[in-house]
């Protein structure tokens, strides 16, 4: 028979063995928890949305003396855009070419002008430079209006005069196409002679705010 003394002392020795053993494996656990490694951090590259493309542009002129030329080339190097010179096909030189314009302008008749090279569907803004003939757009630039107005979604207006008319010729040019324009500019001869008129091209260009 075991004596009590020797079971109470197994009990004992059971009794620490599972205290040890309970103790080692949170030890175990608590470690292994230590251990265990970390995630690796993702890092997310978030993309700058695209800035909007500036507007697509086109600067359509014409010009008999040249006045009106000079100054289409100075929007179109300041917009960096593509330019348009509206080509007619009559002899306009001289008194007789003035006064033969002129008696046409007012009748508001229509001019033969060359085949153009870029659709104006093409662009969200066509800016359409004339010189004033007795207050009214040049007959080619009325031509080109007649031919093209359903293709212009946006438009603005220059002119250049040796006298007056200009606000005549913006509201024919307006009501030709059925759209009022972004912006309007007038260039007077004198300025265009005395290379002046550079600050009032730059002012048209900001008022369309698209530079």
Known sequence: MVSVKVKIALAVLVLSGIVVSQHCFAAAKKKA?????KAASV????KAEPSVAKSKILVVFYSRTGNTKKVAEEIAAELKCDIEEILDTKDRSGMSGYMASGKEAMKKQ??????????PANYDLVILGTPVWAGKMSSPVRTYVIQNKEKLKNVAFFCTMGGGGNKKAFADMEEAIGKKP????TILERE???????AKVEGFVKELSVK
Do not use: G, L, S
């Open 43 to 46: 890092k997310v590259e978030v």
């Open 33 to 37: 928890v230590k251990e265990q490694p």
């Open 182 to 185: 972004a912006a309007t500019m």
């Open 192 to 198: 265009v002679k005395k290379n002046e008129y550079k």
């Open 110 to 119: 229509v001019a033969v002008i060359k085949e153009i090279k870029n659709n």
